[in-house]
């Protein structure tokens, strides 16, 4: 069974810092890109940042670009987003999403997780 577990979400103020991370299993994650995608609410899913974790490219939305870095550990099967300098824009539930190819578009990806909620506080 694939599973994708994101964690690490929660309140923090703008300016400071969080870690997300996503447990990935069921599948062979070598193989695969993980993106980390956001939707605010009442706006529609945006893509955030991709990974290719086979060669390990990485990808950016323009408005994270500086702030958030994505990074994998490949030993534990597990995708972070490492986010500074938050700000209250930021806000939303943040998923994790694995797919063939790195994209920054949602209809790329095979696989979902639940969702982590961050909230930035101004």
């Known amino acids: 069974e694939v599973q994708l577990v994101e964690s690490g979400g929660g309140l923090v103020q703008a300016g400071g810092s969080l870690r997300l991370s996503c447990a990935a299993s069921g599948f062979t994650f070598d193989d695969y890109a993980i993106g980390w995608f956001r939707q605010a609410p009442g706006k529609e899913r945006e893509g955030v940042s991709c990974i290719s974790v086979y060669d390990g490219i990485t990808y950016y939305a323009d408005s994270v670009k500086g702030r958030f870095n994505i990074s994998s550990e490949n030993a534990k099967n597990t995708v972070y987003l490492q986010m500074n300098s938050l700000k209250p824009e930021d806000t939303a539930v943040y998923y994790c999403?694995?797919?063939?190819?790195?994209?920054?578009?949602?209809?790329?990806?095979?696989?979902w997780g639940k969702g982590t909620l961050v909230t930035v506080s101004s």
């Open positions: 999403a694995a797919g063939p190819v790195a994209t920054m578009m949602s209809y790329g990806m095979n696989y």
